[in-house]
């Protein structure tokens, strides 16, 4: 029997499922490791931790439900060769198939019965009036209709998959950056350190926003420029995505790094370190087993706070023009497609309210995370007495 | 003294060497002269001769670093890089897409930037330095939690948010302000409040609570009990003490922010119409005009290396044990 429809796996859904798959494993294979599960057990014995992790999660499970890609089987003659949909959907989009599909014909206000627009009507005694027209699914649309009809709710909950991605692929390009660099400055000094050091200065003096416009619009250019290489437009969207990703995590390292480089000098004088060089324990090994451990946690705290300020990053990047593919589902997309939507009269602000209201809800979860983790995680920081 | 700055003045010249690499090898070398002619001319126009025709108007007809057919010195210096990049450290920006003089539209476009950035810097800086103090005045307290629960919730919503809700409370619907514009002269006041006012009102949260954990340590230390312990009052500890010895970490952030004045905020200035280097950045970035997004990114540079070692003479203000030698 021939499957109804065809997987899609798009790059960014096999990191983020291997991103996941690793986090699982490494936490399964730690799960007797007392110094490895007390700061969690603290973070998820705290409230507001806990209260987070569980909003954390939720978002989580529409992100990976909205990773598993499809294309459907277009009806054709048996025998013939299957043919497949050109549009990319997800498991989420097949849950939602009724807010996907049952769109207006343009602006409705959350729960309206009626479009948010007069038009002419025929009444029943066959005279025009202009008058407000009945929505398709009255009372549907808990976030109402944006301009050309789409539920918003819908739009909002697709785009959490964006906002997950760049918050965590980012980390994943920025790590073997910031660990490799940072560490080899601090333990190796000398010419590596001044290396190390000019690299990032460089990185750094140049305005952070200009740097990312800079390598987005190259990338740009490069993809309008190769049209063959991509068969979906979800395939072309994502590819940008990731080099989205890509490029935040390579302007992005330097500040980790140098908390490392700081680090892995204070270490390195440290006796387990003097020991191991004494025993003649190979210069890699010492790096991986005695260094890389030891700073772990500094590594685990700036990726989670780190998450947040990317989240937030894409809408501004997105509203510049050099963030994620504009067909893409994203809060920037959404809220830079809506702008203008307070200035009509009457006011549509429901679009705006849902991209917002997501958002902030996704990002205080974030901040609330970091922190908890943070307390957990952190000797230094301060402790309630 | 003298030494260390002529010392940092040399470091600065492979900084900004790397910065103009980087920007050339983005611009020349993975997005080739021809890429840049296909963009502006568009994908109907598209002919070998259209693109030579561009490339000859806009100077982009030459090899990138070797030019063969030159004779002797010309043959390094009639290429792109010494024409389009090296230039640059001679604040030679050269023309815009558009034919306009870069140099000339940055020197007018600085100062309505610097009209907004300006108030936001100082006024931020003494409201969010203020708030701190007084949330680890009363830390442990009620005040405190509350002020920290405040922030984390501000610092969680998207600065667009700020900018959008601003404009259409201060501008549609109390009518306060001209929702966006910009006037010459004195009258550029009522332009200005908006965008100030937004711009302080987005930092609150971030900034508060990074100088409230940095009083926080500051508070934790040795010479704070020893204050305490002789009879210091606690504003008293706080203002003279604390305060002056913070003013290091504070230093290290605010003063590499300075110059930067200059090129503004993208968002703040395209949202409400402000003609300065932000929104002249950022209409760059849309029209693709690489040649705008090349001088700012090395006007960026110079800027934080001016701020960098303003920062450094900036600690032998705050902290006379510090010496540049």
């Known amino acids: ?385 | 003294m003298l030494n260390y700055f002529i010392r940092r003045l040399l470091y600065a010249v492979p900084i900004l060497l790397g910065v103009n690499l980087l920007t050339f090898a983005l611009f020349f070398m993975v997005n080739t002269p021809d890429d840049m002619a296909r963009i502006h001319l568009g994908a109907k126009r598209v002919t070998a001769e259209a693109i030579a025709t561009w490339k000859a108007e806009h100077g982009y007809d030459k090899p990138l670093f070797v030019n063969s057919q030159a004779a002797g010195l010309g043959q390094v210096t009639d290429t792109l890089f010494v024409e389009k990049s090296l230039r640059l450290f001679a604040f030679d920006f050269g023309m815009a897409d558009d034919g306009r003089d870069i140099a000339r539209e940055i020197k007018t476009r600085m100062w309505p930037s610097l009209a907004i950035a300006l108030p936001t810097f100082l006024v931020g800086l003494l409201c969010y330095v203020s708030f701190a103090l007084l949330l680890a005045f009363f830390r442990g307290t009620a005040l405190d939690t509350g002020g920290v629960i405040l922030c984390v919730a501000l610092m969680s919503i998207s600065g667009l948010f700020y900018v959008i809700a601003g404009q259409y409370l201060m501008g549609k619907l109390w009518h306060w302000f001209p929702i966006s514009g910009w006037q010459p002269g004195l009258d550029a006041w009522k332009f200005l409040v908006m965008p100030v006012v937004v711009g302080l009102v987005a930092g609150i949260g971030d900034s508060t609570r990074f100088y409230r954990a940095l009083f926080l340590e500051e508070m934790g230390k040795d010479y704070v009990r020893t204050a305490r312990a002789k009879g210091l009052s606690d504003t008293r500890v706080l203002f003279r003490h604390v305060l002056a010895n913070a003013m290091i970490p504070i230093l290290t952030g605010v003063v590499v922010a300075i110059p930067r004045l200059f090129l503004g905020s993208l968002i703040i200035e395209s949202f409400f119409g402000i003609p300065g280097l932000g929104s002249y950045t950022i209409d760059a970035i849309q029209a693709q005009d690489f040649a705008i997004v090349r001088s700012m990114v090395f006007l960026g540079s110079v800027l934080y290396i001016v701020g960098l070692i303003l920062t450094d003479l900036s600690y032998t203000l705050a902290d006379p044990r510090v010496r540049l030698e």
């Open chain 1, 1 to 385: 029997m021939m499957l109804p429809l065809k997987p899609v796996l798009l790059w960014s859904d096999a990191l983020l499922f291997l991103l996941l798959a690793g986090g699982l494993a490494l936490a399964w294979s730690m799960r007797r490791e007392d110094w490895f599960r007390d700061p969690w057990r603290q973070v998820m014995g705290s409230r507001l931790g806990a209260g987070s992790a569980v909003v954390l999660a939720a978002f989580l499970a529409v992100g990976l439900l909205d990773s598993l890609h499809y294309r459907e089987r277009l009806p054709g003659e048996p025998g013939q060769a299957a043919q497949y949909a050109g549009e990319v959907l997800s498991a989420l989009d097949w849950l939602l198939t009724d807010l996907r599909t049952q769109t207006e014909k343009t602006y409705s206000a959350p729960l309206a019965t009626h479009l948010y627009v007069k038009e002419s009507l025929k009444g029943p005694d066959g005279r025009e009036a202009r008058d407000y027209p009945p929505l398709r699914y009255p009372g549907t649309h808990l976030l109402g209709t944006d301009k050309v009809g789409q539920d918003v709710l819908y739009l909002s909950l697709k785009s959490i998959r964006t906002g997950l991605l760049i918050g965590t692929l980012t980390t994943l390009f920025m790590l073997p950056f910031a660990i490799g660099l940072g560490i080899a400055a601090g333990y190796f000094g000398g010419w590596v350190d001044d290396v190390i050091q000019y690299v990032y200065t460089t990185l750094n003096s140049i305005p952070g926003v200009l740097l990312i416009a800079a390598a987005v619009l190259v990338v740009q250019v490069q993809i309008e420029a190769h049209p063959e290489l991509f068969d979906t437009a979800a395939a072309r969207a994502d590819v940008r995505l990731l080099a989205l990703c890509a490029i935040l995590g390579l302007t992005g390292w330097t500040g980790l790094a140098r908390l490392l480089r700081g680090e892995a000098l204070k270490l390195r004088e440290l006796e387990f370190v003097q020991a191991a060089r004494a025993f003649g324990v190979p210069r890699i090994r010492i790096l991986t087993r005695h260094l890389l451990p030891n700073v772990m946690h500094l590594v685990l705290i700036t990726a989670v706070i780190d998450f947040s300020g990317l989240v937030l990053a894409e809408a501004v990047l997105s509203y510049v023009g050099v963030g994620v593919d504009p067909a893409m589902n994203s809060f920037g997309n959404m809220i830079n497609g809506a702008r203008l939507e307070l200035a009509r009269e009457p006011v549509v602000w429901w679009q705006l309210f849902s991209a917002f209201a997501f958002m902030f809800v996704l990002v205080l979860a974030a901040n609330l995370f970091a922190d908890a983790v943070r307390a957990a995680l952190d000797p230094k920081s301060e402790r309630k007495a």
